[in-house]
């Protein structure tokens, strides 16, 4: 089992940026894939970005040019620095990591974009 903390959440005017940290315990070998996840009030939860162990990244359309996904593999950690925030960025934000055919989360943090 992987557990996942999450940190960095909070309120942001329109325009501005945030970075969410996620650290990576437990039964950490042989991770996959770690990335973010968000789901606003009474949406579906989406992909916001990942990337593989590889160095291989995936962005949502919204966010690209505007969040950058990190890792550090040695650390287990994975960030997710976030420029230009909108209203529409306005969601709880959850750290995921596929190790295997599991699939672990955070407990998500919130990010309040303001306008």
């Known amino acids: 089992q992987v557990q996942l903390v999450e940190s960095g959440g909070g309120l942001v005017q329109s325009g501005g940026s945030l970075r969410l940290s996620c650290v990576a315990s437990?039964?950490?070998?042989?991770?996959?894939?770690m990335g973010w996840y968000r789901q606003a009030s009474g949406k579906q939860r989406e992909l916001v970005a990942r990337m593989t162990t590889g160095g291989t990244t995936v962005y949502a359309d919204p966010v690209k040019g505007r969040f950058t996904i990190s890792r550090d593999n040695a650390k287990n950690t994975v960030d997710l620095q976030m420029f230009n925030l909108k209203p529409e960025d306005t969601a709880v934000y959850s750290c995921n990591a596929v190790r295997g055919p599991s699939t672990c989360w955070g407990q998500g943090t919130q990010v309040t974009g303001s306008s």
């Open positions: 437990g039964s950490i070998v042989n991770i996959n894939a």
